[in-house]
């Protein structure tokens, strides 16, 4: 039994001697690209790509729709007075559906004006995300008060704003989620 002990500890301890034997190769690299762009690694990539995919909730639940439609189908589960009737993951799902209807137009923009060509290699990732922030823009002022932004911009310190081009969207996200729940409520 001492043994077998021994050679399982012996096989463990020679696991990261084979495994740095290897010819190692750096997570982290970014290199210049012929047309003056910077090439990431593959490590860099897979990052920035499950950090997005880690904000996409957050996302979806600021920049569209989502809060309203939630909020106003809690509100008339409420009303019809059926405490657990449909359940919240009904409620969930409609209201993913709804706003991806909803957003639909949004959401082809996007993609025809900034995901499309970055996917293709046309455009660099921030022209592509300077190009997906527009629709984004639009649909949220065309939903937000003037009164919830004129609070938001007050608070930031930031005198009247002469377009909405000057608006900053940290300035633009709360006052479009206060315009979002003052609707919805």
Do not use: C
Request: charged residues 10%; aromatic residues 10%.
């Amino acid at each position: 039994m001492r043994a077998v002990l021994l050679g399982i500890a012996v096989i463990v301890a020679a696991v990261p001697q084979l495994a740095s034997a290897q010819a190692m190769i750096p997570l982290v690299t970014a290199n210049p690209a012929a047309n003056g762009a910077t090439e990431y690694s593959l490590g860099i990539q897979i990052l920035l790509t499950m950090t997005v995919l880690t904000l996409l909730p957050a996302i979806l639940m600021t920049m569209t729709a989502f809060t309203r439609i939630l909020i106003v189908l809690a509100i008339l589960r409420q009303a019809m007075g059926t405490a657990q009737t449909p359940s919240n993951q009904i409620i969930l799902g409609l209201t993913l559906f709804l706003t991806l209807f909803i957003m639909a137009p949004v959401f082809e923009v996007v993609y025809d004006t900034a995901l499309g060509p970055f996917m293709d290699g046309t455009i660099q990732f921030q022209d592509a995300l300077a190009a997906a922030e527009i629709p984004f823009r639009e649909f949220m002022f065309a939903q937000t008060r003037d009164s919830d932004l004129a609070l938001f911009a007050d608070l930031g310190g930031y005198s009247a704003f002469a377009s909405r081009d000057e608006v900053p969207f940290h300035v633009l996200l709360p006052s479009f989620l206060t315009s979002e729940l003052k609707t919805a409520f």
